[in-house]
């Protein structure tokens, strides 16, 4: 009961929490130049009249924004392949049953017939 509620739960929260990651990285995406370099990212901010971002960032902001972006990035990406690759595959393979409409002997069932002479 409680796995369904998880499962249920996780397929509601993961597509949302893409969905707002994608839409922050699209609608949010801004540049600064920190001595000379230019730096791009993205997530909320407000902005002056202007129209550029009214916030600034420290040296040690850049870099932890850095490394939080190619880390989650890179290593998700890992990950989920190193999840997949060593995913144990099991199939169970059980045959429907059909009850006849009409009951024959076991001989007639699977009797085969030959091809017609000429």
Do not use: W
Not at 9 to 36: E, Q, R
Not at 69 to 86: C, D, E, H, R
């Amino acid at each position: 009961m409680l796995n369904r509620r998880i499962k249920g739960v996780i397929k509601i929260a993961l597509p949302v929490i893409f969905i707002m990651y994608a839409s922050c990285i699209t609608f949010f995406t801004h540049t600064h130049i920190v001595n000379g370099v230019t730096i791009v990212h993205s997530h909320p901010y407000s902005t002056d009249d202007s129209g550029k971002p009214s916030h600034e960032h420290s040296g040690a902001e850049i870099q932890l924004i850095h490394n939080l972006s190619t880390f989650f990035v890179a290593g998700a990406i890992v990950l989920a392949i190193l999840l997949n690759l060593f995913r144990k595959k099991e199939t169970i393979l059980t045959p429907k049953t059909i009850a006849p409409l009409f009951s024959r002997g076991v001989l007639s069932t699977y009797r085969l017939r030959p091809p017609p002479a000429l």
